[in-house]
């Protein structure tokens, strides 16, 4: 079965400090991977997409196939990116199966 | 650009009241979809619908019914309220020619 999931609840960096929210997922055939972000009172929007390989805001994620993972990695955080962050797999047609999400505080 | 609508952001329903969430889209995309955010669940699929007349359920469709007569609105209807049902929604359109989805604000429920 489609899985998604993100190890850690919540997650505290300090701010200039490097950020990996970590996604690990099972899917068989190939994945289309994705990270979406949530900030406070606001709807979810795309943060980045694995076959786009671009960098948004600063992060960046990879598609490991050996290992079945898409962590998202930012070398320095800003309080600006604390938020929820949800990583998410496309299923059948259009739909999405989301991980868990982990929510990243950026501290001072 | 409004892109995707959902009606009401907040509401409190009793046990067994019924109610329907609204969702509408401008973007002509041809498939909507339900899901319910809950806390450490992540966002889970409920209704889906792939086009105008056409529906299929999600990974957790109990309770909710969903139809699709337009291609810009897709409501969800909870027919007999649980508290079990208390949770955020949220309302989601694309299209094939698109890899992302756009959400809706999304719609706060309480069932008390």
């Known amino acids: 079965a489609q899985r998604v999931t993100q190890p850690e609840k919540l997650l505290s960096v300090f701010k200039g400090a490097p950020v990996e929210l970590k996604c690990n997922y099972s899917?068989?055939?190939?994945?289309?991977l994705f990270w979406y972000v949530q900030y406070s009172r606001q709807r979810l929007q795309l943060l980045l997409r694995h076959i786009s390989r671009e960098s948004i805001k600063g992060f960046t994620a990879d598609l490991n196939k050996g290992e079945t993972s898409f962590h998202l990695k930012k070398p320095f955080a800003q309080e600006e990116d604390s938020a929820m962050y949800y990583c998410a797999l496309k299923n059948y047609g259009q739909n999405f199966v989301f991980g868990p999400g982990t929510r990243l505080s950026v501290l001072p | 650009n409004a892109g995707v609508t959902q009606t009401p952001k907040f509401q409190v329903l009793k046990t067994g009241q019924s109610m329907t969430l609204q969702c509408a889209q401008d973007m002509n995309h041809e498939y909507m979809s339900w899901y319910r955010q809950d806390p450490g669940m992540g966002l889970r699929l409920i209704h889906y619908?792939?086009?105008?007349?056409?529906?299929d359920q999600g990974e957790v469709p109990n309770g909710y019914n969903v139809s699709r007569s337009t291609t810009e609105d897709f409501p969800l209807r909870l027919l007999s309220a649980a508290p079990s049902q208390t949770s955020v929604y949220f309302c989601?359109?694309?299209?094939?020619?698109?890899?992302?989805?756009?959400f809706g604000q999304g719609t706060r429920l309480t069932v008390v």
């Open positions: 989601a359109s694309t299209s094939q020619g698109l890899t992302e989805a756009f």
């Open positions: 899917y068989s055939g190939s994945p289309e």
């Open positions: 619908s792939v086009g105008a007349g056409i529906t």
